[in-house]
């Protein structure tokens, strides 16, 4: 059974850091790609961070580059997402997704979410 569980979400005020971690069961996590989404009340889900399996490339949605950092640990089978000068337009739910092809495709896996609000 394929589990990815996300945790590190909750409240923090604008200028904040949270870190998220997704930590995945039931495939072999380094062979994976994953992707770090989120999804805002009445709003499309996007891709806000990926890092490849092979090489660990990492590319970031404009919106957050330079605010927040995807890593892995393959030995720990988990992914984190570092979310750093966080403001109000980061509120979301904030998914983890893992594919053993390219992000841009559809399938994978997903976790259920983990609800990040940051208050002005």
């Known amino acids: 059974q394929v589990q990815l569980v996300e945790s590190g979400g909750g409240l923090v005020q604008a200028g904040g850091s949270l870190r998220l971690s997704c930590t995945v069961s039931g495939i072999n996590f380094s062979i994976n790609n994953i992707g770090w989404y989120r999804q805002a009340p009445g709003k499309q889900r996007e891709l806000v961070a990926g890092i490849s399996s092979s090489d660990a490339i990492t590319n970031y949605a404009d919106s957050v580059k330079g605010r927040f950092t995807i890593s892995r640990d393959n030995a720990k089978n988990t992914a984190y997402l570092q979310m750093n000068t966080l403001k109000p337009e980061d509120t979301a739910v904030y998914y983890c997704?893992?594919?053993?092809?390219?992000?841009?495709?559809?399938?994978?896996?997903w976790g259920q979410g983990t609800q990040v609000t940051v208050s002005s």
């Open positions: 997704r893992a594919s053993r092809y390219t992000l841009w495709l559809p399938g994978g896996y």
